[in-house]
C-alpha cells in the first residue's frame, strides 16, 4: 500500500522565521511529487518534483525532492501570517489508484 | 470551465436520507477524482475516472457510495442513506492525463453535513 507522511503535524512560529516541511514516501512506482497549499477546502497547487536535487522555486518557497532518501522538503523563508495553511504532500505512483496518494498534512499557524 | 466547480458548497443533510455531490472538471481533463477530508484528516481517495469509465473505485468506503462521469465531463458522488461519519468535505479534482505530469487542479469543495 502506497504511503505518504508528512511532518511535523502541526507547527506555530512567528512572524519572519524560516520553516522546513518533510515528506516521505513509500510507493511501488514513484512518478511525481507534488505539494499543495491549503486554505478554507480547496488546495492550491504549489510545486511538482520529478527529478532529484533541482529545485523548484516560487517566491519565499521552495522545494527539492531526494529520490534516494525517498523524501522531500518544502522550505518557506521570511514567513508571512497569509502563509497559515495546511500543506499537503501527495505523490503520483501511477499505481493501482492512478492517481495521488496524500499525506495528513502540516498545519502551519503563523503568529505575527 | 475555467476551473473544477462543484455544488453544492455546503449540503447539511439528516441521517439516512441520499445526497448527490457535483463536480464540473476543467473543459477538456480528462481525469477526475473523487476526495474526501474528515476534520483534521488528509486527503482520503475515493475514486478515478479516466473518461467516463471508472479503473479504480476501490476507495469506496462502502456499498452506499456511488458515482458515475457522463460524456466524460460532470461527475456525481451519490451517497445514500446518510450516517453522521459521513460528514465530511468533498472535494474533486481533474487533471489532464498523458505523458508524466498529473497536476491535479481542485474544486471548493462540497462540505457536507449530516445531522
Not at chain 2, 70 to 77: A, Q, R, Y
Not at chain 2, 98 to 108: L, M, N, S
Request: charged residues 20%.
Amino acid at each position: 500500500e502506497d504511503k505518504v507522511v508528512q511532518s511535523p503535524l502541526s507547527l506555530v512560529v512567528h512572524e519572519g522565521d524560516t520553516v522546513t516541511l518533510n515528506c516521505s514516501y513509500e510507493v511501488t512506482n514513484f512518478r511525481s511529487l507534488l505539494w499543495y497549499k491549503q486554505e478554507k477546502k480547496a488546495p492550491t497547487f504549489l510545486f511538482m518534483l520529478t527529478s532529484s536535487g533541482i529545485e523548484k522555486k516560487s517566491g519565499r518557497l521552495s522545494s527539492i525532492l531526494d529520490k534516494k532518501e525517498l523524501s522531500s522538503i518544502l522550505n518557506i523563508t521570511a514567513t508571512q501570517t497569509g502563509d497559515s495553511a495546511i500543506y499537503l504532500c501527495a505523490v503520483d505512483s501511477g499505481g493501482g489508484a492512478d492517481g495521488l496518494t496524500f499525506g495528513k498534512g502540516t498545519h502551519l499557524i503563523i503568529q505575527p | 470551465g475555467a476551473g473544477v466547480s462543484q455544488s453544492p458548497s455546503n449540503k447539511v443533510t439528516e441521517k439516512g436520507k441520499d445526497v448527490e455531490l457535483r463536480c464540473d472538471p476543467i473543459s477538456g481533463h480528462t481525469a477526475l477524482y473523487w476526495y474526501r477530508q474528515s476534520l483534521g484528516q488528509g486527503l482520503e481517495f475515493l475514486i478515478y475516472f479516466q473518461g467516463n469509465s471508472a479503473p479504480d473505485k476501490s476507495g469506496l468506503p462502502s456499498d452506499r457510495f456511488s458515482a458515475e462521469r457522463t460524456g466524460g465531463s460532470v461527475s456525481t458522488l451519490t451517497i445514500q442513506r446518510t450516517q453522521q461519519e459521513d460528514s465530511a468535505v468533498y472535494l474533486c479534482a481533474s487533471s489532464q492525463r498523458g505523458g508524466r505530469f498529473t497536476e491535479a487542479f481542485f474544486g471548493q469543495g462540497t462540505r457536507l453535513t449530516v445531522v
